[in-house]
């Protein structure tokens, strides 16, 4: 019943920009936090930004400063301003949320996944 989409990836050049978004719908009762994961061939996923309901904020070392989390006011929904993009940059981004689709569980749920290729 639930389901996250993301959405915006794309090719762009080294030094360009791509804009994510991604969209949690369904039987949500609550969003806990939203982020971002990505994952290279031959790569470990990792944590690229995450942001909680609160607002709080966090990036892993390697994008802080050139990426950008949001969230869309009174939506269920979370971006992800890439700038000052990088060869290195280049995987299948997914969109995680922790929701609760009642009031007793919280769970997390992936999205399909957007290709961000960086290549000159």
């Known amino acids: 019943q639930v389901q996250v989409v993301e959405s915006g990836g794309g090719l762009v050049q080294p030094g360009g920009s791509l804009r994510l978004s991604c969209a949690a719908s369904?039987?949500?009762?609550?969003?806990?936090?939203m982020g971002w994961y990505r994952q290279a061939p031959g790569k470990q996923r990792e944590l690229v930004a995450r942001?909680?309901?609160?607002?709080?904020?966090n990036y892993a070392d390697s994008v802080k400063g050139r990426f950008t989390i949001s969230r869309a006011n009174a939506k269920n929904t979370v971006y992800l301003q890439m700038n000052s993009l990088k060869p290195e940059d280049t995987a299948v981004y997914y969109c995680?949320?922790?929701?609760?689709?009642?009031?007793?569980?919280?769970?997390?749920?992936w999205g399909q996944g957007t290709q961000v290729t960086v290549s000159s």
């Open positions: 995680n949320a922790v929701l609760s689709t009642t009031s007793l569980y919280t769970l997390e749920y």
């Open positions: 369904g039987s949500i009762f609550s969003i806990n936090a």
């Open positions: 942001i909680t309901s609160g607002g709080n904020t």
